[in-house]
């Protein structure tokens, strides 16, 4: 018997191998896909990373006729008024930036903060939306303090991971222990929370 399908709504490969690492447990065969794979025009134009994620994961779901998981987030800069937030991929300017770009402004911006004000948060939201409308939500969220000096590691759509120093632990971010790892990652605590409905619509799948 064929296992059932759940599509990831973006082709960020970073975003991808998140949900894939704490989700693969499940039953599932995942799919992948983007906007313009689907040939549809998502406006990202909600007040909240929540709500950003239900447009997307609804507008893949409607797109594809099958049960999606979306997400969005972003970090804040509380020196700088929570700024990028929401932003976070577009910054001031509107377009989508490359990973190179983003990292060059955001170390710009970090080389006018005061060393003991450089803290952060970083915040994802996912949703998991069926074609019928309905949707459940998760929030994770991790704070830290940003490092001017990167992380010599480059991970292909997570920029930003490169100047965070965690100092619960002592360390930059991509030197975490698979289990600091885990027990901080923003992603891992937002997929918890949708773990339950997920598993709520295999079961359904199972029995129809």
């Known amino acids: 018997m064929p ?3 759940i599509v990831i709504g973006t082709s960020n490969p970073g975003k991808i191998g998140e949900i894939k ?3 693969n447990d499940l039953p599932v065969e995942w799919q992948s896909t983007n906007e313009h794979e689907l040939g549809i025009t998502i406006d990202e134009n909600a007040d909240s990373f929540e709500g950003n994620a239900a447009i997307k994961a609804l507008a893949f779901a409607k797109a594809t006729g099958k049960p999606v998981i979306a997400g969005d987030g972003g970090m804040e800069i509380r020196a700088l008024n929570n700024w990028p937030g929401l932003r976070s991929r577009r910054l001031d300017s509107g377009k989508h930036h490359t990973d190179d770009e983003l990292v060059e402004v ?3 911006k970090i ?3 005061p060393v003991e004000k450089r803290q952060y948060r970083f915040v994802t939201a996912y ?6 409308g309905t949707i459940a939500t998760g929030r994770g969220e991790h704070t830290g303090e940003l490092q001017w ?3 010599t590691k480059i991970e292909p759509g997570f920029p930003f991971r490169r100047f965070w120093w965690i100092p619960k632990f002592g360390k930059y971010f991509y030197d975490l222990s698979p289990e600091e790892y885990n027990e901080i990652n923003h992603n891992r605590i937002a997929l918890d929370q949708l773990r339950p409905a997920i598993e709520a619509y295999l079961a359904k799948e199972s029995h129809a």
Do not use: E
């Open 3 to 5: 296992k059932p399908v």
């Open 149 to 151: 000096k990167l992380h």
């Open 127 to 132: 949703v998991f939306a069926l074609p019928d």
């Open 21 to 23: 690492r704490y989700l």
């Open 111 to 113: 080389a006018t903060i």
């Open 106 to 108: 955001i170390q710009t």
